[in-house]
């Protein structure tokens, strides 16, 4: 298992916040990145220290689908959509998708702990303080995960406080 946390840096009047490693290495920074036709406070891009990016945003909502929210992931080439299942996100939040013909699903599970399955079988948790994954996962599945947290805050209406130092590009 790999295991990761948030830290914030603070330089001058910019902060950033990056997942780093259990040795402290940075792993990648997460940024605000607004785009058209997503919403301009959650729409997050992952830049790893190797220099691949992945950006996920909340689509902006219209009348017919207010209550199921989509989501979408891009890398350089490609998009993958993900939403909220109709009655499931009544009381817990859970949003599922596809990667590559694989299924992925990230929910709610103990209180404030977000899990990410992947084909049924459980691939990472994300608590407060703590970010779990297994050895074996891809990229774009953690970028994923680590981006997918903040939905799941605003999902809770909880105030995420690392929000506030995220960089604007």
């Given at each position: 298992?790999k295991?990761?946390?948030f830290e914030v840096?603070?330089?001058?009047?910019?902060s950033?916040?990056?997942?780093c490693?259990?040795?402290?290495?940075k792993?990648?920074?997460?940024?605000?990145?607004p785009?058209?036709?997503?919403?301009?406070?959650n729409s997050f891009l992952?830049?790893?220290e190797n220099?691949?990016s992945?950006?996920?945003?909340?689509?902006?909502?219209?009348?017919?689908d207010?209550n199921?929210?989509h989501?979408e992931?891009?890398?350089?080439?490609?998009k993958?959509?993900?939403?909220?299942?109709k009655?499931h996100?009544?009381?817990?939040?859970r949003?599922?998708?596809?990667i590559?013909?694989?299924?992925?699903?990230l929910t709610?599970r103990?209180?404030?702990?977000?899990?990410?399955?992947?084909?049924?079988v459980?691939?990472?948790?994300?608590?407060?303080?703590?970010?779990?994954v297994?050895?074996?996962t891809?990229?774009?599945?953690?970028?994923l995960f680590?981006?997918?947290?903040?939905?799941?805050?605003?999902?809770k209406?909880?105030?995420?406080?690392?929000?506030?130092?995220?960089y604007?590009?």
């Open positions: 298992m295991h990761y946390y840096e603070r330089r001058h009047r910019e950033h916040v990056y997942i490693n259990e040795a402290g290495k792993v990648g920074e997460l940024l605000f990145n785009r058209k036709n997503f919403d301009n406070e992952f830049q790893y220099g691949n992945y950006f996920l945003g909340l689509r902006q909502r219209r009348f017919r207010m199921i929210a989501y992931l891009y890398t350089d080439n490609e993958f959509k993900f939403k909220e299942r009655i996100n009544l009381m817990n939040f949003v599922d998708g596809m590559h013909n694989s299924n992925y699903s709610e103990v209180a404030n702990t977000l899990e990410m399955v992947k084909d049924g459980t691939i990472g948790r994300i608590t407060e303080d703590e970010i779990v297994n050895d074996h891809l990229e774009i599945e953690e970028s680590f981006m997918m947290y903040f939905m799941f805050k605003l999902y209406r909880e105030y995420v406080t690392l929000k506030k130092y995220l604007k590009i």
